[in-house]
């Protein structure tokens, strides 16, 4: 029942609709056509002895036999289902909703939907996640390290020891502390109804992102150096202004690709971030590599000048400060710059000690400068460092026939190891 007048009663009959029974002489029932999407109405109420009913298409009044919509209310998330009438006969429409009572239920939908549509993204996930993980890598890292060092017994202290750095030192720690920072600043400013505040938390962090480069572009060398320490500040500078501009670059495209696929926004979110700075951390390392292909193709053309300007420039704005003392090394051999090439060669050993494919491929470099030097005992040990350190390289193997038959010792060994280098290049 939805309501009563002096002489009938408004209900509701789930086989005949919306009607009225009627309450003078024999109770019978009247139905009322309703010309609505819903099967029936949420609500019904009286007023000046006439029906008002109100679905989700709107509110309707009887006139006349027929239901007459009045106004339709607006669309929301919100239930439009109460309905009222005043003293003064004005109507009023009641909204709620109960999104405060279920907090949960938006990401209830968004898991569900994720989980049946989304196995394509934990693949492609999947799959970038091998392009950073290696497993083993770190165990093989260390046996490199300790053969390495077995073999080099004249390193010096200044190159073993992972000391210095100066003020690249203080950076990391510095701008781990000025994020949270700048997050309390800006969320003040919001609470504060001011933007300054929020143009002053993304300046303190653009400044001190930037501040690799300027010391850098001055030529601020530490007293003891490291050039991994000196390098990493430059290096996740550069990442994350590279990620801020890919995530600004691709936000509007990849929302509407997002929006087609159904999925909501915070699952967007959260699967985002991750994207860009993978991206981002991609297409750096493609650059840097084209970077080094670039200055070690000029060595090789002994185009000597433009070798040493794009080793300069590269120097002083990327993080391949360990990459252009191997290709000053590389350069200063082909000069004939022999002491220079093997005290260059034996620091590059320290850059390059946990991996053992460049490795191997400095250590056979610092083996032929060791021969100019008339140290073929120690020319022979480094290169069979370099095949026990990587044993699926051909360099090593060719390096080490060469070395016997300039000696004339060995012939047997001689084909034996070209015998092994063309099984490890088949």
């Known amino acids: 029942m939805y309501g009563a007048t002096d002489t009938v009663l408004w209900v509701y009959d789930h086989?005949?609709?919306?009607g009225t029974l009627n309450l003078a002489g024999r109770l019978t029932f009247s139905r009322k056509t309703f010309n609505s999407a819903s099967i029936f109405p949420d609500q019904l109420v009286i007023r000046n002895n006439a029906p008002l009913l109100i679905d989700t298409q709107g509110i309707y009044e009887l006139d006349n036999g027929n239901w007459r919509i009045l106004t339709t209310p607006p669309r929301s998330n919100w239930y439009q289902d109460l309905l009222s009438v005043d003293h003064a006969g004005n109507l009023w429409w009641i909204a709620y909703t109960q999104n405060p009572y279920m907090p949960y239920s938006e990401v209830r939908r968004d898991v569900g939907v994720f989980m049946r549509y989304g196995w394509w993204i934990i693949a492609l996930g999947g799959l970038a996640l091998l392009t950073l993980v290696h497993p083993g890598k770190a165990a093989r890292a260390r046996r490199t390290q300790r053969r390495l060092w077995a073999a080099l017994y004249d390193v010096p202290d200044l190159v073993t020891l992972q000391v210095g750095g100066g003020l690249y030192r203080l950076w990391l720690p510095l701008i781990t502390l000025l994020v949270p920072m700048a997050m309390v600043i800006a969320a003040w400013g919001e609470f504060r109804r001011e933007r300054w505040y929020a143009?002053?938390?993304g300046g303190l962090l653009l400044i001190w992102l930037a501040l690799p480069f300027g010391l850098r572009r001055r030529g601020y060398i530490p007293a003891r150096r490291s050039l991994a320490v000196e390098d990493y500040p430059l290096l996740l500078a550069q990442h994350l202004l590279v990620t801020l501009g890919l995530g600004l670059l691709l936000y509007f495209p990849i929302e509407q690709f997002w929006a087609t696929l159904g999925f909501s926004p915070s699952i967007g979110v959260l699967l985002y971030v991750?994207?860009?700075?993978?991206?981002?951390?991609?297409l750096l390392r493609v650059w840097f590599v084209a970077h080094i292909h670039s200055a070690n193709n000029l060595i090789n053309r002994q185009q000597e000048e433009a070798a040493l300007k794009q080793l300069a420039w590269m120097e002083r704005w990327l993080p391949l400060q360990a990459w252009v003392q191997l290709l000053r090394a590389q350069l200063a051999a082909q000069q004939g710059d022999v002491p220079t090439a093997a005290d260059l060669f034996r620091r590059s050993l320290y850059e390059f000690q946990t991996q053992p494919q460049h490795a191997a491929t400095i250590l056979i470099q610092l083996a032929h400068v060791r021969e100019q030097q008339e140290r073929p005992d120690l020319a022979l040990k480094l290169r069979e460092?370099?095949?026990?350190?990587?044993?699926?390289?051909?360099?090593?193997?060719?390096?080490l026939a060469d070395f016997y038959e300039r000696q004339q010792i060995e012939p047997e060994r001689v084909q034996s190891?070209?015998?092994a280098a063309g099984v490890v290049g088949t």
């Open 417 to 419: 190891l070209r015998a």
């Open 385 to 399: 460092t370099a095949v026990a350190i990587y044993p699926e390289g051909q360099p090593g193997y060719l390096a």
């Open 199 to 201: 143009v002053l938390a």
């Open 15 to 18: 086989t005949r609709g919306v």
């Open 274 to 282: 991750p994207f860009v700075l993978y991206l981002a951390w991609q």
